[in-house]
């Protein structure tokens, strides 16, 4: 019986040092405590949030169509709070109820790979003119020439930094550099964007879209003591990027799709 309790004693003494040593304010012994004892008692919340979102961001689409052969545009959609709307309230939403979500995600990572003068330009259109009044895409390789050039122009101290919030995947951070393959990883998501902004702005106002335009708005989200407030703590930011012309009209069965899809979120 004594020897048990001595044994009990030991244990909780052992506890509670250990726990001292974690919370209290820092000692001399408290960093060796620390290296031997973290592995078995510290706990690491990331394990279940490794890539934890910091803030929250919405794809707004802008476009433009011709009406008695005059270029007219629409407001701003956003994209992202309409799937959003249309998903509060149910359980097991489809994962197709935040595309656009996960799409400003990826752009965004793209474009924070670029230097400060490849931002500017590709915030810029994307559109020239051809004669006669007529205006065309830029050719893919100018394009990607011209904006990787901007790079080598701007020099190493230019780029900034990808942080862990602004990476959607592992491969982004990899080619957050600066380098050619960015511009050619950002470029293709660019086109992406063009193609869907083209299709959902073509069944969102039932015309034929002939140019698009978007933001990315992004709001970070409140600290823990405010977690519950309804209004957000900071202003959100907002880069708008310029006008694209779609290279080819929106698919009919593509429409199809995209014109079921805003039926079924707005009712229109």
């Not at 052969?69 to 709307?85: M, Q, R």
């Not at 293709?188 to 083209?198: E, K, N, Q, T």
């Amino acid at each position: 019986m004594a020897v048990a309790t001595a044994l009990t004693l030991a244990v909780v003494a052992g506890y509670v040092f250990v726990s001292a040593s974690f919370t209290l304010p820092p000692t001399a012994a408290q960093a060796s405590v620390r290296q031997v004892f973290a592995p078995y008692f510290s706990q690491q919340w990331n394990v279940f949030a490794p890539n934890i979102m910091r803030s929250n961001r919405e794809l707004q689409v802008q476009v433009q169509w011709r009406e008695d052969g005059e270029l007219v545009h629409s407001d701003w959609i956003d994209v992202t709070d309409t799937e959003f709307a249309a998903a509060r309230g149910i359980p097991l939403p489809s994962r197709i109820s935040k595309s656009s979500f996960n799409a400003a995600q990826a752009y965004m990572s793209r474009y924070n790979a670029l230097s400060s003068p490849q931002k500017t330009r590709v915030r810029d259109t994307f559109i020239e003119a051809v004669g006669g009044g007529e205006f065309a895409p830029i050719q893919d390789s100018r394009l990607l020439d011209e904006i990787d050039a901007a790079g080598s122009a701007g020099g190493d101290e230019e780029f900034e930094p990808v942080t862990d919030a602004d990476v959607v995947d592992e491969s982004a951070a990899a080619e957050a550099s600066g380098n050619r393959s960015a511009v050619v990883r950002f470029l293709r998501y660019d086109y992406m964007l063009v193609r869907f902004a083209a299709a959902f702005g073509s069944a969102y106002f039932d015309h034929d879209v002939e140019r698009v335009r978007w933001r990315i708005e992004t709001q970070r989200t409140n600290d823990f003591l405010h977690r519950f407030d309804d209004e957000p703590r900071s202003e959100a930011s907002v880069v708008t990027f310029g006008w694209r012309q779609p290279g080819r009209e929106v698919d009919p069965e593509v429409l199809t799709i995209f014109d079921d899809v805003v039926e079924r979120y707005t009712g229109r």
